[in-house]
């Protein structure tokens, strides 16, 4: 492991200026993702910098949206009875993930901001990856790509992005509370991910040394429904092939407003907009469902191992739709 520094910020604004000390500096969470890149020489941090004791709190606002502090534990999200009661599917998607000891030690920010599973990322040694070498080349695209994306990837990177809570957040419309250099800003969740494009080694929009300080969940209406479904090799300690995290509001077996995001298929959660368009303001059929998560999936393109997720992906938004609309799918 190559020699770092540690300190641990009091609070955000001085999180930010000890980041800024240190050019090669990186936020320190639970470290169950990052202290695993660094024992592995994938990340090679000069400075960490703990941002645990940073607000934990989970906070109902007059308005009726929640904010939740950074430093949150994954299973305080999980239990805190407004998140169970207001946004279920954040609590499901939370403990769909990981094992409880990793629920226990893992933050909101290092959840959100946790490095793809991509196996050649992790391969050191023996594999070409761009996203870990930038311009080395791929050795996922022509290689084993069973749980690759199979949208929005590029010819750079077919990576996909690990996290349940991130597709939760996505379909949730989520505002992201980060502190610079510069001040501190919001951004939409569903723009802080990238998509590879030219430069897959870029995870997210963050400029360097931003820190995530909150997450902000807008207040659900009364009548939406939601949850999150997660298909998986196994039934606990694994991955995502393909999820669904999904909010739906009818009227009258119509759908008024429906919000949908899958997992497991891109290199960023995956908001499902064209599923969406199709959907709203039309009937909750199954034969709506089946033509929406169509729509979603047209662009798909499978590489050699994963074509399977294509219709993973579509029985599983039937599957959930019908779930929350009592529509048999
Ligand atoms: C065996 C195993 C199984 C797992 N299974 C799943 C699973 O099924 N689903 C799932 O979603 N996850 C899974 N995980 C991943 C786990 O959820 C993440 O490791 C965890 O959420 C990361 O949180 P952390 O606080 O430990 O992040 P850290 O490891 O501390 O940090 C991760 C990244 O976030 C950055 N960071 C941390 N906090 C901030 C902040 N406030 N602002 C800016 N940057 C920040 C760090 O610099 C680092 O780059 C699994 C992990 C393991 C080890």
């Known amino acids: 492991m190559t020699p770092f520094t540690y300190a641990r910020a009091a609070d955000a604004p001085a999180a930010v200026r000890l980041a800024e000390a240190t050019a090669a500096a990186k936020y320190l969470g639970g470290g169950t993702n990052l202290v695993d890149l660094m024992r592995e020489g994938i990340e090679r941090p000069a400075a960490l910098v703990d941002v ?3 607000s934990r709190t989970i906070e109902t606002r007059g308005d009726g949206s929640v904010v939740i502090g950074a430093a949150a534990s994954n299973t305080a999200v999980a239990a805190d009875m407004t998140i169970r009661a207001h946004y279920p599917l954040l609590a499901r998607a939370i403990l769909a993930g990981a094992s409880s ?3 226990n030690m893992a933050t909101v920010g290092g959840n959100i901001l946790q490095r793809t599973r991509c196996t050649y990322f992790y391969d050191d040694t023996g594999s070409r990856c761009n996203k870990r070498n930038p311009g080395q080349g791929c050795d996922a695209i022509h290689g084993f790509n069973r749980i690759h994306a199979i949208l929005g990837s590029s010819a750079l990177c077919v990576a996909t992005h690990p996290s349940d809570m991130a597709v939760a957040l996505a379909a949730l419309d989520a505002v992201v509370h980060v502190r610079g250099a510069g001040g501190e800003r919001t951004l939409p ?3 802080l991910h990238r998509l590879p494009e030219a430069h897959p080694e870029i995870d997210t929009v ?3 040394g931003e820190l995530i300080t909150a997450i902000e969940l807008p207040a659900m209406s009364p009548a939406a429904r939601s949850t999150y479904r997660k298909v998986r090799d196994r039934a606990s300690y694994a991955f995502a092939l393909v999820s669904v ?9 119509a759908i008024r407003d429906v919000r949908l995001a899958l997992g497991g298929v891109a290199h960023k959660p995956w908001r499902a907009t064209k ?3 199709a959907l709203r303001g ?24 994963n074509g399977f997720k294509i219709e993973l ?5 039937v599957a959930v739709l019908g779930e929350l609309t009592g529509v048999a799918a």
Request: hydrophobic residues 50%.
């Open 275 to 277: 599923a969406e368009t």
């Open 52 to 54: 645990t004791g940073l």
């Open 282 to 305: 039309q009937p909750a059929t199954a034969a709506n469902f089946r033509a929406a998560a169509e729509a979603e999936l047209a662009d798909a393109v499978p590489l050699r191992d």
């Open 101 to 103: 000891q990793i629920r």
């Open 189 to 191: 969740f569903v723009d």
């Open 206 to 208: 963050l400029a360097p």
């Open 245 to 253: 995290a999904a909010i739906v509001d009818t009227d009258g077996g």
């Open 313 to 317: 992906a579509r029985r599983a938004i």
